[in-house]
């Protein structure tokens, strides 16, 4: 009965998220100076009626509240609009779209933690001060490169672009985990495992695990963040069909319905990913002191 | 001060004292076009060579460092500003409002930000001014990017709130503002010192990705993240190194940040 309420708590927040981040999404929108200005705009082969027809299909969505009541009623009815840029429903964009930036998320944030905890554990378990400053070198370097680098890089060396996700999110996971697991190895409980004897496996396993699986489990969550994030060049410089791409595409032609369902999209993901890791967190930790 | 620390910050005072008087130091003006010089590789007249249309390369990554590291600050101002006023105000007064700004707080660190982001430098007019882009860019950066930095700031007042010199102060009658300016502002300043520090790196790698999308501040002013669009065309890296310049340059400052940063920590 607890897990039902924690979960239907975790569910409303999720819901309440994603209708205030789309309204968000909305009114800053609407708020931006050039809202209502297109492209048709500069195009001086259009006359002044044309231009005004255009723009007439803008009026039904200056008021912020009418033009949110009006899409979420189509929302219930699994309508998401029209893409006027891309000329297809959004619906069928997302449907095109979805499964490219899903694998580039995953592969991005499976490699980040990958390579973070490959070089994090090792950090802090044998001490030594060449290999931690190699390895802070390394994090270091890859954090100060800009995501679009990245990905040209990898494509210079003729390496999938995508997985310059995966080097976005490794810095992260390499800090917060070698910051931690530093922390927890000084811990008295595990001062006294190590003068038992104990194996550094077991030590690891038993003491230092438990200690940091919920934190981890925390940051799991912000990593699908970033990854998002990070999806949005690292498409646009692979010239990857994702979502990414999608919202550089909408956002240079100033799609207004195909870029408030992406940022909703994105924020029911995100906001799904940190409760999901937050359900998961008590599970995770044991009290081992 | 630590002697990592040490050397990190005075180089990075070097650099920002070459930017700041980047006509000073520029061969030539960053919008000047060599006609007769297009694609130019380096040489005396032109350290770095000329671009496609024919301007100094070296003039515009100091002109574009300058822009960058001028703003981006600035940008880490607003954010830090709305970090104190909307984390550490809602954490001072407690209750409901210390609920209400963890929420939000929590709802832009959930909200995919970067959309936003694009989606709001998208939408300025087609026709603004290069200055106007500048400054909105970098305007943006520092409005959509205080959520992280007042997490940190509220639960740096909420310890405070409860410590026992506050207790005390307010046991001898000290008034809720003065309790603020007295006791918290001067215990939370060098979180904000420390938020506003990390945020500049930060903005100045944002504002670069945002350039490589074509987004960030528009020509002919130089910025880092329009300099860096030079590398889309990679099939010319191989024949002309000298394009990674404006990488490299954007990599040692931002590292110098981390190594200040880092060395401040630790110490």
């Given at each position: 009965m607890r897990t039902l309420r924690i979960i239907g708590r975790h569910l409303l927040i999720i819901l309440i998220t994603a209708l205030v981040g789309g309204l968000l999404g909305a009114t800053l929108v609407r708020l931006a100076p050039g809202f209502g200005i297109q492209e048709s705009d500069l195009n001086a082969q259009l006359s002044t009626e044309a231009r005004r027809a255009l723009h007439q299909d803008d009026a039904g969505e200056r008021n912020v509240i009418s033009y949110y009541g009006h899409y979420l009623g189509s929302l219930i009815h699994g309508d998401l609009g029209y893409s006027r840029s891309m000329e297809r429903p959004v619906s069928e964009l997302f449907r095109d779209r979805l499964p490219e930036t899903v694998e580039s998320v995953a592969i991005g944030v499976a490699g980040g933690w990958l390579l973070g905890l490959a070089l994090a554990i090792p950090a802090s378990w044998k001490r030594a001060p060449v290999y931690s400053a190699g390895a802070t070198l390394i994090s270091g370097v890859v954090l100060c490169i800009p995501s679009a680098v990245l990905a040209l890089i990898f494509l210079v060396v003729g390496?999938?672009?995508?997985l310059a996700i995966a080097l976005v999110v490794f810095p992260k996971v390499f800090r917060f985990s070698r910051n931690l697991l530093v922390k927890t190895y000084t811990m008295p409980h595990v001062l006294t495992a190590r003068a038992r004897g104990l194996s550094s496996a077991r030590i690891f396993g038993w003491h230092v695990l438990p200690n940091i699986a919920a934190p981890m489990l925390a940051l799991a969550g912000v990593t699908v963040s970033i990854a998002f994030a990070a999806a949005i060049p690292v498409e646009v410089v692979c010239d990857s069909p994702g979502l990414g791409q999608l919202a550089w595409k909408a956002a240079l032609s100033r799609d207004v319905p195909l870029l408030v369902n992406l940022t909703l999209v994105i924020a029911i993901v995100t906001v799904a990913a940190n409760s999901f890791s937050e359900l998961l967190s008590p599970a995770a930790t044991r009290d081992v002191i | 001060m630590s002697r990592t620390r040490w050397i990190a910050t005075s180089v990075l005072i070097a650099v920002f004292v070459l930017a700041l008087f980047a006509s000073a130091f520029a061969p030539a003006p960053y919008a000047k076009q060599f006609r007769n010089d297009t694609?130019?590789?380096?040489?005396?007249?032109f350290p770095l060579g000329t671009d496609e249309l024919g301007r100094d390369r070296l003039s515009r990554l100091l002109y574009g460092m300058r822009i960058s590291l001028l703003l981006a600050p600035a940008a880490a101002l607003i954010s830090t500003a709305l970090a104190a006023l909307i984390g550490g105000a809602g954490a001072y007064i407690g209750g409901t409002w210390d609920r209400a700004t963890s929420m939000l707080i929590d709802l832009f660190l959930s909200l995919p930000w970067l959309f936003l982001l694009l989606t709001l430098r998208a939408l300025l007019?087609?026709?603004?001014p290069a200055v106007t882009s500048v400054v909105v860019t970098f305007a943006l950066l520092g409005i959509l990017g205080w959520a992280a930095s007042a997490r940190i700031v509220a639960a740096s007042v909420r310890s405070i709130r409860t410590s026992e010199f506050l207790l005390q102060a307010r046991a001898a009658g000290c008034k809720p503002f003065r309790l603020l300016l007295r006791h918290v502002l001067p215990n939370v300043k060098p979180i904000l010192l420390a938020q506003f520090w990390i945020s500049v790196p930060l903005f100045i790698l944002t504002e670069a990705n945002l350039g490589m999308l074509g987004l960030g501040v528009t020509e002919p002013l130089p910025s880092w993240g329009n300099l860096l669009r030079?590398?889309?065309?990679y099939t010319a890296l191989r024949h002309s190194p000298w394009l990674w310049v404006p990488l490299l340059s954007l990599v040692m400052v931002v590292s110098l940040f981390q190594f200040a940063l880092e060395a401040e920590e630790r110490a």
């Open positions: 390496s999938p672009g995508k | 694609d130019h590789p380096p040489s005396r007249q007019p087609l026709d603004i030079e590398l889309e065309n």
